[in-house]
């Protein structure tokens, strides 16, 4: 079975401290995200505007390269064998080169109508033969009858190459196609884009970590502040509640008394006069039941402070055990214990309260064994901590009903006032505690009351 949680006795919804955590966490993301959205959307488009600045600046000095050769020139070298277009080329193969360290590019590549390489700058080419390096969107760009440039490309050595085909048309109109010449070049501005990554990538590091640190210190304090908001309308209501309880011990409780004494009484005489006594008798256990309703009011407007003392943990269970002794054998319970092996247990606590919660926990689970069954109190160390089990074999709940049980006025008695189980976490919690259960239906259900040991 999961172990259950129950809310802290202070916010009993939870909705107090979660909605102002979970919006300001939601609004955080939602900042961060479009922070880091504008910053990736800047530099994508910074990126995009340089690249196609650079396909425009390669047209150009396609243009210039073209500007060197004429038509005459490029159906004769069309017509040549490759051993002959090799010396034919030279000399527009030097003016080529020459732009290419001018202009601090890669390669150059010009084709003939065909397609076929007239010249190539890198050497890696045949003329006379068709280019065996063109691929994809490459090679229809080699041949397109309109200026082209090709976004930006990684090559297998990590690098970065930018090429354009310019289409050269016959001027005298004896070629139905063009001749083309394509330019190669790693665009330097992508160093510079580097850089920008990587100062965009820090300052959206930053922005987070700053974002994350300021939600953290909001978070921290708003905490805080809620807490402190929590405990004033807790000891505001508190306070409510102790004046409206003081008012109405004094205005039930004595009447109550003297209705218990005169039922009394009454029973009394009826007995002696030899008449029944089953209806009166019912007098004095309902006066009970509504004096104990009306202590666990009191209780819950208590909010009196704590009166730690040194208290042995396990005197103050067998205590409590023999005070349930008799309830326990009439519900038909079997009480067991493991405290023998145990021996003395001393904690700071208050011994009174302490010992309420431990009677609350009890009979409550004699209660859940309306059939009898079995009662098993137990203790375990830790390092730091004792934790205190008592647990039943009765029906069990749901988890839903699991939380609910530790709210104020929810209860499944039929003559139970919802208050019994509140007051124990309150008082666990004031001891710097916490209250867990594991239960589920028909499995029974086991309480943990973790405390703090007392410190060397």
């Known amino acids: 079975m999961p172990r259950i949680r129950p809310r802290p006795a202070a916010d009993p919804h939870g909705a107090g401290r979660r909605a102002p955590i979970v919006g300001t966490v939601v609004l955080g993301v939602l900042v961060a995200v479009a922070s880091g959205a504008g910053l990736w959307t800047i530099h994508e488009r910074s990126r995009a505007a340089l690249d196609h600045e650079m396909g425009e600046r390669l047209l150009l000095i396609a243009e210039e390269i073209a500007d060197a050769a004429t038509a005459e020139d490029v159906t004769r070298w069309s017509l040549l064998p490759p051993e002959d277009l090799q010396l034919d080329v030279l000399p527009f193969l030097l003016r080529v080169e020459g732009i290419v360290e001018r202009r601090s590019l890669n390669y150059v590549v010009v084709y003939d109508y065909e397609g076929d390489v007239l010249l190539d700058t890198s050497g890696l080419r045949m003329p006379g033969e068709q280019d065996l390096y063109l691929f994809g969107d490459e090679r229809e760009a080699s041949l397109s009858l309109e200026p082209v440039h090709l976004p930006t490309a990684a090559t297998p050595q990590g690098d970065y190459l930018k090429s354009a085909f310019l289409p050269v048309l016959d001027p005298f109109g004896l070629e139905p196609e063009a001749w083309h010449v394509a330019v190669h070049a790693a665009p330097?501005?992508?160093?510079?884009?580097?850089?920008?990554?990587?100062?965009?990538?820090?300052?959206?590091?930053?922005?987070?970590?700053?974002?994350?640190?300021?939600?953290?210190?909001?978070?921290?304090?708003?905490?805080?502040?809620?807490?402190?908001?929590?405990?004033?309308?807790?000891?505001?209501?508190?306070?409510?509640?102790?004046?409206?309880?003081?008012?109405?011990?004094h205005e039930i409780r004595n009447p109550l008394g003297i209705i218990k004494n005169t039922a009394q009484l009454l029973r009394e005489e009826m007995r002696d006069s030899g008449m029944e006594t089953d209806l009166v008798d019912y007098i004095p256990e309902e006066v009970d039941r509504l004096n104990e309703t009306l202590t666990g009011y009191l209780e819950f407007a208590k909010d009196a402070p704590l009166r730690l003392e040194p208290v042995d943990l396990v005197a103050l269970l067998r205590r409590t055990l023999k005070l349930v002794k008799r309830d326990a054998e009439g519900a038909g319970v079997d009480v067991r214990h493991d405290l023998d092996a145990?021996?003395?247990?001393?904690?700071?606590?208050?011994?009174?309260?302490?010992?309420?919660?431990?009677?609350?926990?009890?009979?409550?689970?004699?209660?859940?064994?309306?059939?009898?069954?079995?009662?098993?109190?137990?203790?375990?160390?830790?390092?730091?901590?004792?934790?205190?089990?008592?647990?039943?074999?009765?029906?069990?709940?749901?988890a839903a009903k699991a939380q609910q049980v530790f709210e104020p006025f929810f209860t499944s008695k039929e003559k139970g006032s919802g208050l019994g189980l509140h007051v124990v976490q309150r008082i666990v919690e004031d001891h710097g505690g916490r209250i867990e259960l594991e239960t589920g239906p028909g499995e029974g259900t086991v309480f943990f009351v973790v405390l703090r040991r007392r410190a060397e």
């Open 188 to 249: 330097d501005f992508f160093e510079t884009m580097r850089t920008m990554q990587g100062t965009l990538i820090a300052v959206g590091a930053a922005l987070f970590l700053l974002l994350g640190t300021a939600i953290t210190v909001y978070l921290f304090y708003a905490q805080r502040l809620a807490r402190a908001h929590t405990a004033l309308a807790r000891s505001e209501q508190l306070s409510a509640m102790g004046r409206m309880a003081a008012g109405i011990a």
């Open 342 to 398: 145990v021996g003395e247990l001393v904690i700071d606590a208050d011994a009174r309260k302490l010992q309420q919660v431990v009677l609350n926990l009890v009979l409550n689970a004699v209660q859940a064994m309306p059939s009898g069954g079995t009662l098993t109190v137990g203790l375990d160390e830790g390092a730091d901590q004792v934790t205190l089990r008592v647990q039943d074999t009765g029906v069990g709940m749901d």
